[in-house]
C-alpha cells in the first residue's frame, strides 16, 4: 500500500489566505503550472476574512524557497510558514470500511482501534466503519495494521498544521 | 451619488488619470459603450483586432510609464486578448484589461459567448478580480491600478459581468464612493534593501577584479537609468544591457558593453563567462542570456537584486541576494560606497577592448547589385531619426538587428516582446506608445512574417490620427526560423518561404491610409528614410526588399554554453575558437 506520509520527502506548508473567490484555484493552479507536486491539501475559512491551507508538497518536485516565493507573489495570500513535524501540532483524519471475513474477528478490531485512539462509527455484521485522527505516520502505521482486515475503501484528509507554541 | 455600474466604471478609470482606453465593443461591454456615448470617459481607440489593443496598452505603458487600459468584450474577445495579457505579464508591463462577461446569473450555464475569463487568465495575470456588485467598481478598478504598477509591475484584469454595467438593469444600480487606499495583507511590496546586504554587496563590488553590471528590465521598471550609470561611473563597472534593458545606459557611454546573451555581441557574451562578479540588476537569468546553465559564468559570484523575491535563487544561486527595488538599491549601494575606490580594473578592461577589437558587432556590405542588407537599414534608419525615436520591433532576426545597430541613448526609447516572443507586437506597440508621446517619431521596426499578422492596426493608425512609421524588412522568410533550420536542421528548409508572389505590401499599405514606399537600392535608403520622416499627417509604411540569406550573429546556439558563442562567418578565421 502507498504511504500518503512520507513526511521525511515532503514540506508542509501552511498558507493564511484572504477568503476570496477562487483563491483555491490560484493556489491549486500555481502548483501545477509550476510543476509542484501536491501530496495533500486541507482548506478551510478561520473566520470571515481569512481562510488557512495546508499543504503538503513533494519535496524533491522543486526546491521549497522557490515554492514558498511563488505563493506569496499571489496576491490573496497573506502569509507562509513552513512547519516542522516535531514543532508543530500536525494531525490528518482517515475514515475506513472494513468487510471481514469472519465476523468474530470485530472484536480483534476494536482492540485495534482502542489501541490507536481511534473510534469504531459503526458495526453492522462483519462491515465496520472506523475513525482514526492522528499524525500521518499514524495513520499509515493503523492502516497497515488493518490491511489484513480487508479495507474496501478510505478516505484521509490530509494533514491540517499549526505552528507550534 | 447613484449610478450604472457603467458609467461608474468609466468614473473610475478618469479617477485613476486614464488618459486613453484601446478596445472593441461588443455584447457583454455594450453598456459600458453605451455610457461613452456624448464622450464620457478617457479618450477611446477603436483598434481592428483585441490583439492589438492589448499590444497597444503595452507599448503605451512601457513608453509613457503610466498603465496601459485594454476593454473588450467578452468570450472570443477576452481570448483574443490573452496573447497580449501574456506578452505583458512576461515582460512586467503595467497593463488593467477590462473584460465584459455574461450577466452573473447564466455564469456557469455555457452561454453565448461565455467563456471562463479570470480562469484562462490566471497564470498570466499578476491578479484578476470578476465583480459581482457595482458597489465594488470604484474600489476594485483602484486595487487593479494600485497592483499593476507597485512592486514587480504586471498585467491585471477585471471581469464585468453585463448585468452591472447595464443600465436599463436595476442589478446596475450603485452608489459611487471614491476609493479607499488599499487594504491588501497580501500584497506589500518591499523597497529597500536590507542595510547588511548592501554592505556584503558592496565589499564584493569593491574587491572584484573582473566585474560585470547585469542591468535587466527592472532598472527601467523602476526608473532607474540614472543610478545605474552613476553605480557603473563609480566602480568603473562595465555593463550588459539585456534585450529588456536597452536604453538604460546610453549605448555610446564607454562602460557599456551592449546587449549579452543568444544574440548579444562577443565582449558582452564573454565578459559574463569571464567575470568573477555578476551584479545582476533587475535581470532574471533568461535562458536567452545565460545559455546552457552549468557552464554560464562559471567563475562568478552573484549578486542579485529584485524587487521580486521569486526571482532570488530560482535560476542561479546569489551570493547575496536583495529584495528590493533597483533604483531604490542602487541609491542605497552608491550611499555605501561613499568615497572608497574600487578595485584595480586596468587588467580587465583590457581584456574588454581586446574583444571589442577584434569581434566588434559588424556585418559583411552588399555585393553591388544585391539585396539590401537589414544592418545597413538600420544603421541609416538611426542615423536619420531624432535622437528620442522610440523604435518597437516584432519578433525574429529583424528583432535582433534592431537591438544590435540600433544605437539607443535613451531610456524607454526600446519596445519589444522579450519574454514571450510575439510576433506581430511591434505594429500595435508602436501605435500605443505614439498615442502616449505624440510629440516622439515612433518607428516600428517589422517582419515580413510579423507584419501580417497585426498590419491591421495601421487602420487604427490612420482613422485615429496616430502616425506611425513602419520599417518592414521583407526577406521573403520567417527568417529567424529560416535560420535555425540552414544552422541546425542542416538546411532542410520548411514552412518558411513568405515570397509570395502576394501580397503587394505597397498596395496594402496605401489601401490602409498609409503612404508606402518601396526601396530596392541602397542608394535610395536616405531619401526614403528621410521622406517618411518628414510626413506626420498619416502613417508611413517603408517596404525594404533585404537580403533573404542574411543570418544573425554572433548565435549562441540553443543549448550550448556560451563559450561556444558563434561569430560571424567572415570573423571566424581569426578565432582560436
Ligand atoms: C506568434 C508567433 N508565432 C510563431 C513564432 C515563431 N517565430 C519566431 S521568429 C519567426 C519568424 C519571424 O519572421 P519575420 O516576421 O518575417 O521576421 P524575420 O525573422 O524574417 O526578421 C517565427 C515564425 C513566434 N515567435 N510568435
Not at chain 2, 581584456?351 to 537589414?374: C, F, I, M, R, V
Not at chain 2, 510579423?450 to 493608425?461: D, G, H, P, S, V
Request: proline share 6%; glycine share 10%; aromatic share 6%.
Amino acid at each position: 500500500m502507498i504511504k500518503r506520509s512520507q513526511l521525511t520527502q515532503t514540506h508542509t506548508i501552511a498558507a493564511l489566505v484572504e477568503n476570496k473567490a477562487g483563491v483555491l484555484a490560484r493556489v491549486a493552479g500555481l502548483f501545477a503550472r509550476r510543476g509542484f507536486n501536491i501530496e495533500s491539501l486541507a482548506v478551510a475559512p478561520t473566520d470571515e476574512r481569512f481562510s488557512r491551507i495546508t499543504i503538503v508538497v513533494d519535496a524533491e518536485s522543486a526546491p521549497l524557497d522557490q515554492i514558498k516565493k511563488q505563493l506569496d507573489k499571489l496576491i490573496d495570500v497573506v502569509d507562509i510558514t513552513e512547519l516542522s513535524i516535531e514543532d508543530s501540532a500536525l494531525r490528518e483524519m482517515v475514515l475506513v470500511r472494513l468487510e471481514l471475513d469472519d465476523e468474530a474477528k470485530v472484536a480483534d478490531v476494536e482492540a485495534l482501534v482502542e489501541g490507536f485512539s481511534g473510534s469504531v462509527i459503526r458495526v453492522r455484521g462483519a462491515h465496520m466503519m472506523l475513525s482514526l485522527s492522528s499524525r500521518p505516520d499514524d495513520l499509515d502505521r493503523f492502516l497497515d495494521k488493518l490491511q489484513p482486515y480487508g479495507i474496501t475503501a478510505l478516505q484521509r484528509t490530509g494533514a491540517i498544521a499549526i505552528p507550534g507554541i | 451619488m447613484q449610478m450604472d455600474g457603467g458609467t461608474a466604471l468609466l468614473k473610475a478609470l478618469e479617477f485613476e488619470g486614464v488618459e486613453v482606453v484601446f478596445g472593441y465593443p461588443g455584447g457583454a461591454i455594450m453598456p459600458v459603450y453605451d455610457s461613452m456615448v456624448g464622450g464620457a470617459g478617457p479618450r477611446h481607440v477603436l483598434v481592428r483586432h483585441e490583439q492589438g489593443a492589448g499590444h497597444m496598452a503595452s507599448g503605451y505603458a512601457h513608453a509613457t510609464g503610466k498603465p496601459g487600459v485594454v476593454m473588450v468584450t467578452s468570450g472570443p474577445a477576452a481570448t483574443n486578448i490573452v496573447t497580449p495579457l501574456a506578452d505583458a505579464y512576461l515582460d512586467s508591463v503595467p497593463i488593467v484589461a477590462i473584460t465584459g462577461q455574461v450577466p452573473y446569473g447564466l455564469i456557469g450555464t455555457d452561454a453565448f459567448q461565455e467563456t471562463d475569463t479570470t480562469g484562462i487568465t490566471m497564470s498570466i495575470t499578476k491578479h484578476n478580480y470578476l465583480v459581482s456588485d457595482p458597489n465594488d467598481i470604484p474600489q476594485v478598478v483602484h486595487e487593479a491600478f494600485h497592483i499593476a504598477t507597485h512592486g514587480r509591475p504586471g498585467p491585471v484584469l477585471i471581469d464585468l459581468p453585463k448585468n452591472i454595467t447595464d443600465a436599463r438593469n436595476p442589478q446596475s444600480a450603485m452608489t459611487w464612493a471614491d476609493p479607499i487606499a488599499v487594504d491588501l495583507p497580501g500584497f506589500k511590496p518591499v523597497l529597500d534593501g536590507k542595510p547588511e546586504d548592501i554592505t556584503a554587496a558592496v565589499e564584493l563590488m569593491l574587491a572584484a577584479k573582473r566585474p560585470v553590471l547585469y542591468a535587466g528590465g527592472g532598472i527601467l521598471k523602476a526608473r532607474g537609468a540614472d543610478e545605474l550609470r552613476a553605480l557603473a561611473e563609480k566602480l568603473n563597472i562595465p555593463v550588459v544591457t539585456t534585450l529588456m534593458a536597452r536604453g538604460a545606459m546610453p549605448d555610446s557611454h564607454e562602460l557599456n558593453l551592449g546587449m549579452p546573451g543568444m544574440h548579444g555581441n562577443y565582449t558582452a557574451v564573454m565578459a559574463m563567462q569571464e567575470a568573477d562578479l555578476l551584479i545582476a540588476m533587475g535581470s532574471r537569468f533568461d535562458d536567452r542570456v545565460t545559455g546552457r546553465l552549468d557552464s554560464f559564468a562559471p567563475d562568478a559570484k552573484v549578486v542579485h537584486v529584485d524587487i521580486d523575491p521569486a526571482e532570488l535563487g530560482k535560476i542561479r544561486t546569489p551570493d547575496v541576494a536583495i529584495r528590493g527595488d533597483a533604483k531604490r538599491v542602487m541609491g542605497q549601494m552608491l550611499e555605501e560606497i561613499g568615497g572608497s575606490a574600487p578595485a584595480d580594473h586596468q587588467a580587465w578592461r583590457s581584456t574588454l577592448s581586446g574583444w571589442q577589437e577584434n569581434y566588434p558587432l559588424a556585418y559583411e556590405d552588399a555585393e553591388p547589385g544585391a539585396k539590401l542588407k537589414p544592418q545597413m537599414v538600420l544603421e541609416r534608419l538611426h542615423a536619420l531619426s531624432p535622437e528620442d525615436t522610440i523604435v518597437a520591433s516584432g519578433v525574429g532576426q529583424h528583432q535582433m538587428w534592431a537591438s544590435q545597430y540600433w544605437k539607443f541613448e535613451k531610456p524607454y526609447t526600446w519596445l519589444n516582446s522579450g519574454g514571450l516572443g510575439t510576433m506581430g507586437y511591434s505594429i500595435p506597440a508602436a501605435i500605443g506608445a505614439k498615442a502616449g508621446m505624440p510629440d516622439q517619431t515612433v518607428w516600428a521596426v517589422d517582419g515580413d512574417g510579423c507584419f501580417q499578422m497585426t498590419c491591421q492596426e495601421l487602420i487604427t493608425a490612420a482613422v485615429e490620427g496616430i502616425p506611425i512609421k513602419v520599417a518592414l524588412l521583407n526577406n521573403t522568410y520567417l527568417g529567424m526560423v529560416r535560420q535555425w533550420q540552414e544552422m541546425f536542421y542542416d538546411n532542410r528548409l520548411s514552412e518558411v518561404d513568405l515570397s509570395g508572389p502576394v501580397p503587394d505590401y505597397i498596395k496594402m499599405s496605401e489601401a490602409m491610409g498609409c503612404v508606402a514606399i518601396r526601396v530596392e537600392d541602397p542608394d535610395e535608403v536616405d531619401a526614403a528614410i528621410e521622406r517618411a520622416n518628414g510626413i506626420n499627417d498619416r502613417p508611413v509604411v517603408i517596404e525594404f526588399l533585404t537580403e533573404p540569406g542574411e543570418n544573425v550573429y554572433p548565435m549562441v546556439p540553443g543549448g550550448k554554453s556560451n563559450s561556444d558563442v558563434v561569430v560571424p562567418p567572415f570573423q571566424q578565421k581569426e578565432t582560436a575558437k
